[in-house]
């Protein structure tokens, strides 16, 4: 609390007439970024585009939130505020599932992914697989940038749900000819 009063030019007694304590000012910021993910979402699922359009953007964002955060802080929250970071985790996973169920039915409606897909099913490897890749960032054993291991976990995801007719157009997307 002294760091963040100082940072903000402002007084800890300040400080504390708005958050009760650190673990309060924890929940709340949490609690406010991932409102802003879900307002996110919820302009996705409302956008322009195809399903694989839709996944390309939401990729993007998440890789630039993930850039610009240092995995030690998932480290830190869990090891200090193991309640708030369970609650965040399974709000996250609830808004990744709602995420990934929409953009699949979609896709398959749009005749960009396979129709032999269950959709349950690939909600559950892609959230598996996710979670994995957070807890090496956690422990510090993830062997790339975090950013880096989604973008390549994103394609992995994207390239086993497409239909011939997806892949095509997600190659145009990734490697468009001049």
């Known amino acids: 609390m002294d760091d963040l009063a100082k940072s903000l030019a402002c007084s800890?007694?300040?400080?504390?007439?708005?958050?009760?304590?650190k673990r309060d000012l924890v929940t709340r910021s949490l609690g406010a970024h991932m409102d802003v993910l879900e307002g996110q979402?919820?302009?996705?699922?409302?956008?322009?585009g195809n399903a694989i359009d839709h996944a390309l953007e939401d990729m993007e964002k998440k890789h630039a939130m993930l850039s610009a955060m240092n995995p030690s802080v998932l480290f830190d929250l869990k090891k200090y505020y193991p309640k708030v970071f369970e609650s965040t985790l399974l709000r996250?996973?609830?808004?990744?599932?709602?995420?990934?169920?929409?953009?699949?039915?979609?896709?398959?409606?749009?005749?960009?992914?396979?129709?032999?897909?269950?959709?349950?099913?690939?909600a559950d490897m892609h959230i598996a697989l996710v979670?994995?890749?957070?807890?090496?960032?956690q422990d510090g054993t993830l062997q790339r940038p975090l950013a880096e291991h989604f973008q390549a976990l994103?394609?992995?995801?994207?390239r086993g749900i497409a239909s011939p007719r997806g892949l095509d157009f997600l190659e145009s997307k990734l490697h468009p000819h001049p």
Request: aromatic share 10%; net charge negative.
């Open 154 to 158: 994103f394609q992995y995801h994207i």
């Open 131 to 137: 979670e994995d890749m957070v807890r090496q960032a």
């Open 92 to 122: 996250r996973q609830a808004m990744v599932r709602t995420m990934l169920v929409h953009n699949v039915e979609r896709g398959m409606e749009e005749g960009l992914y396979r129709q032999d897909l269950n959709i349950d099913a690939v």
């Open 41 to 48: 979402m919820t302009d996705l699922l409302q956008a322009e």
């Open 12 to 21: 800890k007694k300040t400080l504390y007439k708005y958050f009760r304590d």
